[in-house]
């Protein structure tokens, strides 16, 4: 099946309903102890609690799964959920990651968190490779970037970043949430694990939180390298996901609602639809910003690493108009386009990074990032491109 077929006929039910049903259970009912003793030993497939499973969030599971070309999915509550579970599953105090420095804000701010545990980040440009290399040492236990950084809008080099990991036998995880498996399946091109605030693009129209680990279930976990693994051995290339699934994430708790599993596979059946509409939106808006003679950050414009992306750009950009004054007036001014710090809406949204999302980072931080003073970033959403041109003219302009 392609792309948007795979999509529409993903999150259908066993029970033949064109959508799964809401199963807003938090237990499920055993004919027998027997059979409930099976369930708890693996022996049969069952559902017992909603924080271990549930058919709602399953279908969601399976159906991301197989558009990013996994071998398991684990739904979690929010984005920074699945990120938290996805390190701790292999990492314990001594080990090291190795990230880009051009991560998501709250994502920094995980990599300090975790440092109280023992837990350590070198942030690096991972493009570099010479960087790259000359980073990894005998404690590095994963490499982790973002496909398509925000509000920077780098484009990771994944193949060449997940050759340089699997040399070193280290796993390669990507944070897909900005580029979206319509752009790009990382697994397919050397990543290893994916993860995604689904909260974005994967839900569509911002009415739930919600995050996911996608697993390729290829990487040759080596059990002496990680310990947490070793009861999950026996899995070999599922060892990761094993554990994530039977063990830390039942302990940890963060599962997803149901009822949120089933707004994302609502989401989902229309990711191909609203990317390609926003793709082509983001193109023509980052273009017409050009013609305004405001200076534009969009891949599509200059980054040959599009090619990795089947061309496109993403649906987010950035332009600098000068100052903070004077973006402050175009946020101000614009009548459609919405002010939200969120990204992956049908609607547009455009916010101040300096002030807002950036505003813990220091300057260097920030200027790495590509936020400057007159930096606004736009969500581009799926509004008639003419509505927006003019949106953003008068905004400009100040007519
Ligand atoms: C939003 C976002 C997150 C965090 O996800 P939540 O669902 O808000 O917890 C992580 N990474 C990226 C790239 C994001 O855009």
Known sequence: MKFNTQLVHGGESVMKSTLPP?????????????????????????????????PTITAFESQINAIEGGRGALACSSGMAALSLAFLNICQPGDEIIAGWNLYGGTIELFKDLAHYGITTHFISLNDAAVLESTINAHTKVIFGEMLSNPSLEILDVEKVSSIAHDHGLPLFVDNTAATPYLIQPLKHGADVVIHSSSKYINGTSNAISGVIIDGGRFPWDIAQYPSLQAYGKYKKMAYYMRLRDDLSQNIGACLSPQNAYLNVLGLETLGLRMQRICENALALAKHLESLGVKVNYPALHD??????NGHGGGLLTCDVGDKE?????????????????IGDVKTLVVHPASTIAVHNTI?????????????RVSVGIEDIEDLKADFDQAIKGE
């Open 22 to 54: 809401i199963v807003q259970s938090s237990a499920f009912t055993f004919e027998s102890a027997e059979d409930q003793e099976k369930v708890f030993a693996h022996k049969k497939m069952g559902y017992a609690y909603t924080r271990i499973g549930n």
């Open 364 to 376: 260097k931080e920030q200027e790495r990032a590509g936020v400057y003073p007159g930096t606004i």
């Open 304 to 309: 040959p690493l599009t090619a990795l992306l």
């Open 326 to 342: 004077k973006a402050f007036q175009v946020i101000n001014r614009l009548k459609l386009a919405h002010i939200v710090s969120n």
